[in-house]
């Protein structure tokens, strides 16, 4: 009898890869850094450009990250109820600034929009788990995920049949023009004002999930949704809830990255979308704290890989492919660790 | 179209061939549980074996390992000479185990007939390309199975006409009968039967203990049974190995097993159905 | 236990079909189909579009199993609340406007003209009363046809799909008939670009009594069909596929050259679908990145066909096809292989990673040198004799008509391969693991192997659609290989019935044909393949035309064993 061997294809495959890549990442490196284009100033500055795309990253993150824990689907759309966000606020921002609210109190104006843009996105969420998913919670795990893709088609595009095809510039805040100095080092306040906000948030939540009874239920429904229907609680209410919590977070994100990039449209949910799906999975989706680190470290990879791994290649245009480095991040953490950095394998 | 006959065995007696499975201290612990401790664990030819034990004492794990869906964490399982204990499931199928589950696990959206012939799966040898090209070959194959499809649904006692239902339409016993008979469509040399009495009446019960036993019969068939039906275990098996807490605690015929003080005490012990 | 249905339910369902309503003119779909004529001077498709919420919600409402007067009152408050919320709507649109422009930019002054029935001479207030009215009007008639008696239903329905379909071939039909030299016809069918109201009324007769009587001649042709044996059964199968080939043979020359450049575009969804099918509706798998074998077959044949590229070697289309395809089933083996055991939903992630890897690629500066970046590769000869050659009956072929026969040679030729796949050993084990993929590994179907033929397969499909892209537009551009084509496809695919070989073409026909047919259409399409792939999977998740495959065994176990007898009503399950 034909003993099969034990070494497939598939595994050569995987190590050819696995050498490939260590391999390019090594000698990118080393080829940019020996050629030293670069001044320390000028990494410094896409380290902390890398680290406030990374916070947006992180909140939209968490919204991924708290659905599958509970329903363990991903939430295509989810990229869309960021957009939202910050198309909504995009109005509000506008009205205070034509009022003049918006430089005059900007203390008062600028949370106002924060608001807007998670109040906006969270409604968005709760009426998309309501309306999509929660009809199909006992199908086969594909048929959420083409309603997903379906739903995020049609908010995208009904914001475009709405609000219009253009992009929509937000209007200038001067309290985020310039520079503050932090320890010597001079960081945008534009990209201080992001990371600030994005730790505040991920704190408040850690603080919520930890903490309140609410945050205990959302854990219960994530460990086993059945024992804690049992237990009493109300899973319908923590689902819709852990959608809210996700919603408002990208609603947020939405806003700080048109203060960012001082403008939205209707497009932009798709790449963040999945980039922080990236990196809800880069840190072991379902783990909280990881979508936090994954989106951070997402972001900084984004930010110095095109110019210190791939010009180190001689390839022109590196930033071209800065949208590669996140594709790549995702394909390959999906094929080699599956459960991320701070997840475990699911044991056979 | 040669085709590999099970039966060409038989003129070596039983004695001689050696036991069809040999599992030598299978192991297996799953992150610190260990489910299988071990466990030592032979199946003559042609012999009918039950595996008993209270709830959670390993009996499926100790089976998931004999198809192949586990792999011990330690010790080695030998199947027709052949170590087992590396194989991919579809690997160990191919060399002739065949089973069902606990909790019946057909191709729902699949019809019966459709089920019974992709059991037979591993004997047929039909690949894309010649399906494409319709080669006669490939005609002749598939009509041929389509009969031993009909033949088998007769010998579990499925009516023609279900043919074209859907698996998940047909009534529970019907269900279990279709899930013997896919697994018997791969003439397979060993058919573990997982729970094949579960949800079932005494009148079912009767009849599914004489059908294990004229299995065997007709078929030429090793049998290895896990159950919880003392009547049935006691009735058609030959040897009997009790597991508990993932280990073996007793082994041998229907009479020492019901009188051993361990066994007793493992299944009293724990107020289990007996 | 059935629930009793309050007037609550009724109201909640209006309120919902009057948030449509809102949604339909904010988006501006209303308005877009404003000027399109259903019936010239009575009705435009506008109007059709707000008026269909209404009848849609009185029409369901009237559905609940109650006495046939409380689902009247239930589809009357069904459209009061749905009209009333739209009137309030309207109203307040025209209290805040023109401030409301700043945010929801198409309310304009003709928008809400339109809404407020102003070419009929109405006030906003009276128009807004008249929103109400007709509201509930329409889902009062929707209620009663609903508790009419079969017969009248299928009457109502049918002329008015009738008057609906004919009003939309419009485009196409009044210039062949000017064609044909037929304009008595032609004035007569159309007045201007809607129909003539005398058309139209004929054309409701006919529609209603063709819905009639079809159940009746179908229940007849069903039983002959049923009598009669085995073989003249077979002999009338392949009569029937034979006329309908000889059939798309003609159309082209039946069809004018702009019907003829859809058919085109549908054939290359209809193709791509038929290989999406293999991966997704057989195997299970849910591929988000079938794009990358599109650019894969198109780019390769590029490469090899065209003088001018980086290769430069300017082979023929027919020596470069089978290389290319084989490149292709490579490629799929290498993307399939690390991505096999990846469960469902991270395996459809890491494939639409691998597509949007490939279209960044495409056009990036770093590959410019083979692939052409953003300008890509032109100057790609086309397959056959430069775009001009002769066939028998039709004569000359020349432009998008020497692309349509081509494509529908390899759809036919796919169709033909996936049916043979479907129900053979390899369809069946392909199946089983779509169901249970431990059970079938325990079966003995190696899930490595059989994963891998259907990504290989299906990247060989839809690379000979690459392939023959790249000869039609006779070069490729990166533009052309987006993440949109994937979920296109996927939509064709999930629409006509995942599994199901005609459920691929009427998709491909239903999504692609129709925003080709209704120029409106065309803006508002990807809104339309996300509400469709949503309501497919929330309302009939087996889409339009069902995997047939239950059918295909009870055909050859007829033929086996003659002892079977198996209606085929029981299994299409109507009357």
Known sequence: MRRPSNLSLVDVILWALRVAIVVGVAVGTFATLSTTRLSGDQWRDLLIFGISQGSVYALIALGYTLVYGVLFMINFAHGDVFMFGGMTAFFVADYLSDNGILNSSPFIAVPLILLVGAISSTVVAILLERIAYRPLRRAPRLVPLITAIGASLFIANSVRGLYGDGVKAYPRIDLFQGTIDFFGIPILKSHATVIVAAVVMMAALYWFVEKTRTGRAMRAVSEDKDTAALMGIDVDRIISVTFAIGGALAGAAGVLYAIVYNQVIWSMGFLPGIKAFTAAVLGGIGNIFGAMLGGVALGILESLAPTLLLAGFGIPSPNQLRDVVAFSVLVLVLIFRPYGIFGRPESK | MTTTDPLATQHVSDAEAGPLLVARDVTKTFEGLVANRDIDFEIPRHSIVSIIGPNGAGKTTFFNQLSGVYHPTSGSIEFEGIDISTLAPHVVASLGVARTYQNIRLFQNMTVLANVMVGRHVRMRGQWYQAIAGLAGIRDEEKVTKRRAFDLMELVGIPRASATELAKNLPYGDQRRLEIARALASDPKLLLLDEPTAGMNPGETRQMTDFIARLRRELQLTILLIEHDMKVVMGVSERITVLDYGEKIAEGTPAEIRANPRVIEAYLGKQATA | ?575
């Open chain 3, 1 to 575: 236990m059935p629930r009793a249905f309050t007037l609550r339910d009724a109201i909640s369902s209006g309120l919902i079909t009057g948030t449509v309503m809102i949604y339909l003119v904010s988006v501006g779909i209303a308005d877009a189909f404003a000027e399109r004529e259903v019936v010239t001077g009575y009705l435009t498709l506008g109007r059709l579009m707000l008026a269909l919420p209404p009848l849609a919600v009185g029409y369901m409402v009237a559905g609940r199993p109650l006495p046939n007067s409380r689902r009247v009152v239930q589809a009357l408050v069904a459209g009061l609340a749905a009209g009333a919320l739209f009137a309030a709507a309207f109203l307040a649109a025209v209290a805040l406007s023109p401030g409301i422009r700043t945010v929801l930019n198409r309310i304009s002054r003709a928008l809400l003209d339109f809404v407020g029935f102003s070419d009929l001479g109405l006030e906003p207030a009276t128009g807004a009363i008249f929103n109400l009215a007709l509201a509930t009007g329409l889902a009062v008639v929707a209620g009663l046809v609903r508790i009419a008696p079969a017969g009248v239903r299928r009457a109502i329905v049918g002329g008015a799909a009738a008057l609906l379909v004919m009003s939309m071939v419009e485009p196409f039909l009044r210039p062949r008939l000017l064609q044909l030299d037929l304009p008595g016809v032609a004035q007569f069918v159309y007045d201007s670009h809607g129909l003539a109201t005398a058309s139209a009324a004929l054309i409701l007769a006919g529609g209603a009594f063709a819905a009639v009587a079809w159940p009746g001649m179908r229940r007849t042709a069903r039983s002959r069909l049923a009598a009669a044996d085995p073989g003249t059964r077979t002999m009338l199968r392949w009569a029937a596929l034979l006329v309908a080939i000889a059939f798309l043979y003609t159309l082209p020359s039946i069809s004018g050259s702009f019907l003829t450049q859809v058919l085109v575009l549908v054939g290359f969804y209809v193709l791509l679908g038929l290989g999406l099918n293999i991966v997704v509706g057989y195997a299970g798998l849910l591929d988000l990145g079938y794009v990358a074998f599109y650019a894969v077959g198109a780019y390769f044949t590029a490469l090899i066909t065209s003088p001018t590229s980086a290769l430069g070697w300017g082979l023929s289309f027919w020596i470069a096809l089978p290389v290319v395809i084989l490149l292709s089933a490579i490629v799929g083996l290498f993307i399939g292989a690390p991505v096999l055991r990846l469960r469902g939903d991270y395996l459809a992630i890491v494939t639409l990673g691998f597509g949007e890897i490939a279209r960044v690629l495409l056009g990036s500066d770093a590959l410019k040198p083979w692939l052409g970046g953003p300008g890509g590769i032109l100057s790609v000869p086309f397959m056959l004799g430069e775009g001009t050659y002769f066939l028998p009956i039709i004569g000359e072929v020349t432009g998008p008509a020497a692309t349509y026969f081509p494509l529908l040679g390899f759809c036919i030729l796919a169709a033909f391969i996936a049916y043979r796949l479907k129900y053979s050993r390899t369809g069946r084990a392909w199946n089983a693991m779509r169901e249970d993929e431990d059970v079938a590994q325990a079966t003995g179907i190696s899930t490595v192997n059989y994963k891998l033929l259907a990504f290989a397969m299906g990247a060989a499909v839809g690379c000979v659609g690459g392939a023959i892209y790249a000869t039609h537009l006779q070069g490729v551009v990166p533009g052309g290989f987006v993440l949109l084509v994937s979920i296109t496809v996927l939509a064709v695919v999930v629409l006509g019935g995942m599994g199901s070989i005609p459920g691929v073409i009427v998709g491909a026909f239903a999504l692609i044909g129709t925003p080709e047919l209704l120029r409106e259409f065309a803006e508002y399409k990807l809104l339309v393949y996300g509400a469709v792939l949503v309501a497919v999977m929330l309302l009939r998740p087996e889409g339009l035309i069902p995997d047939a495959s239950r059918r295909g065994e009870l055909e050859d176990a007829r033929h086996e064993e003659g002892e079977l007898h198996v209606e085929y009503d029981e299994i299409s399950g109507d009357a």
